[in-house]
């Protein structure tokens, strides 16, 4: 599936870019949260994080890391940092191309996540319990 994103990578679509490599690219979110917005983006053109080969993803946090650092060196308002992904539609994933938003936070900014009401009431531990035991099965199997 073509994105924008991939059109980005190809040249065929405007971006201000701060990285790429042969694995990994970063260029300027067009929406920002707040000044400083950057995407990181592998370059093959994969829609879920589960898709990316180990290098890849790999390289996707060291360049986020960086990217991190950079920002709050870089005279950009930024007393906090958020690493965000949305990694499938229903949890808000817009662009179907993996991507990793970095973006500077400063206290009262506006941004923030959404809670239902069940979120304030602490499940149970044997729900925890199963739910660890249903994901380490996952882990395990081939
Ligand atoms: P998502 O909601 O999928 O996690 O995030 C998609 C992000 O891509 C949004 O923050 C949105 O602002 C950004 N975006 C959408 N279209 C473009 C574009 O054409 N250029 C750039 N640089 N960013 C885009």
């Known amino acids: ?4 994103f991939k059109k ?3 040249g065929e679509a405007p971006a201000s870019f701060v ?3 042969d694995r990994v690219a970063a260029f300027m979110d067009i929406q920002p949260v707040n000044p400083g917005h950057v995407l990181v983006v592998p370059i093959e053109p ?3 994080l589960h898709e990316l080969d180990d290098d890849t993803c790999g390289r996707m946090m060291q360049v986020a890391r960086a990217i991190s650092l950079a920002i709050r060196r870089s005279g950009i308002p930024c007393e906090g940092v958020n690493l965000l992904m949305a990694d499938g539609e229903a949890a808000g994933q817009e ?4 991507h990793l938003h970095v973006f500077p936070r400063l206290a009262g900014d506006g941004f923030g996540l959404k809670f239902a009401p069940r ?7 044997a729900d925890l319990d199963a739910a660890a035991s249903q994901i380490r099965a996952a882990l395990e199997s081939p």
Do not use: A, N, Q
Not at 1 to 4: G, L, N, V, W
């Open 1 to 4: 599936m073509s994105t924008i």
């Open 8 to 10: 980005i990578l190809d």
């Open 19 to 21: 990285y790429r490599d």
């Open 46 to 48: 994969v829609e879920l």
């Open 95 to 98: 662009v179907p191309h993996v």
């Open 119 to 125: 979120y304030y009431k602490l499940p149970p531990r």
